[in-house]
């Protein structure tokens, strides 16, 4: 369950401001940044569910999921930025294909994949959802 494996995770946790050592991720996951792309998140997940998962290795700014421009729904993506590229260091090394999101409505689920944010997908990204929000 979503509260299940959040709970997990912060049992594990080290105190806060105390992280555990982690290797540089290689270059398969991109330039390195404190933003970092989530795949495979469920839909009933949401961003409060996804930031308990990723506090676990830092410091979070933000949190946000993906959804489609229609309708709204929840693409089963979204992105995490933490304070600092440390942060995203460790949720590569600790998080990445080691966990699955479990959701009842989902029979098959993949484990979590995570790469950084490119700098082009940052800015595509918050130029699409700009250009959708209506003009205050």
Avoid at 84 to 98: C, G, L, Q, S
Avoid at 110 to 122: F, G, R, S, T, V
Avoid at 127 to 136: D, F, G, K, L, S
């Amino acid at each position: 369950s979503i509260r299940h494996l959040a709970t997990r995770a912060a049992a594990a946790s080290p105190p806060p401001g105390v992280w555990p050592p982690a290797p540089k991720p290689g270059p398969e996951f991109g330039e390195p940044s404190p933003k970092i792309y989530i795949g495979s998140i469920p839909q009933e997940y949401q961003e409060d569910d996804v930031r308990r998962i990723f506090e676990c290795v830092g410091e979070i700014k933000e949190v946000k999921i993906l959804r489609r421009p229609d309708d709204g729904r929840h693409k089963g993506s979204g992105f995490v930025t933490y304070a600092d590229v440390a942060a995203t260091e460790r949720a590569i090394h600790f998080i990445n294909d080691k966990y699955t999101l479990i959701a009842p409505n989902h029979a098959t689920q993949k484990p979590i994949y995570m790469k950084y944010a490119k700098l082009n997908e940052l800015y595509e990204n918050e130029r699409a959802t700009n250009a959708q929000e209506p003009p205050p």
